[in-house]
């Protein structure tokens, strides 16, 4: 019940493109589901996040759609650019929790 | 800006080396996390700390302890080093229950 499950585990996109990457989790007390972004090098850095009182969120090109009933969340990238290939972690966290709990990551990487 | 700084970013050493990680951050955050990441296995919890000197185990704690003796810094501990020890090492702090983590970037250690 405390698994994120997160894909695709990779994912080629060309310039300009939309990049879509899923997660789906099933402990129904999770109010809080981040997305982190990191590059080679780098730790991930907070990106977007929402709470399950919405359904979208958009920041920029990036866009989190959540799905309550469904328990799923997906972050969208539009006109996606070379500059985005990184890493992506989604995550959630309960209400009396300290701890997010990660996907297992999704590699993207954005053709020129 | 704030920062999680960790004192390292790449180490070498030797199998059963005691080796020591240093963690700080100033956001005055009372969380603080080291992970282990490794690809395909993503970001794995190894100890929290929800406060001073306290610290409870996450999913992979064998093998490692952990120091938090002020709020600012939180040290990772390698009893007895061994090559399957070698990764990227993540530390991370937050609020309690409010919002995300912030990551430092990360130290490579490698054992030989």
């Known amino acids: 019940q405390q698994q994120v499950k997160q894909s695709p585990q990779s994912l080629i996109v060309q310039k300009g493109g939309i990049s879509i990457i899923n997660c789906a989790y099933e402990?129904?007390?999770?109010?809080?589901f981040p997305w982190y972004q990191q590059f080679p090098g780098k730790g991930p850095a907070l990106l977007i996040a929402?709470?399950?009182?919405?359904s979208e969120k958009k920041e920029g090109r990036f866009t989190i759609s959540f799905n309550k009933s469904a328990k799923q969340f997906s972050l969208h990238i539009m006109d996606s650019q070379p500059g985005d290939s990184a890493t992506y972690f989604c995550a959630a966290r309960g209400d009396s929790s300290y701890k997010l709990i990660f996907g297992s990551g999704t590699r993207l990487l954005v053709r020129p | 800006d704030v920062k999680v700084t960790q004192s390292s970013r790449y180490l070498v050493k030797r199998t059963g080396e005691k080796v020591f990680l240093e963690c700080v951050q100033d956001m005055d955050h009372e969380n603080m996390f080291w992970y282990r990441q490794d690809p395909g296995l993503g970001l794995r919890l190894i100890y929290f700390?929800?406060?001073?000197?306290?610290?409870e185990k996450g999913d992979i704690p064998e093998g490692y302890s952990v120091s938090r003796e002020k709020k600012e810094r939180f040290s990772l501990i390698l009893e007895s080093a061994s090559t399957n020890q070698t990764s990227m090492y993540l530390c991370?702090?937050?609020?309690?229950?409010?919002?995300?983590?912030?990551f430092g970037s990360g130290t490579r250690l490698t054992v030989v």
């Open positions: 402990n129904t007390a999770f109010d809080y």
């Open positions: 929402i709470r399950p009182d919405v």
């Open positions: 991370a702090s937050s609020f309690p229950r409010v919002g995300g983590y912030t």
């Open positions: 700390s929800y406060d001073v000197k306290m610290k």
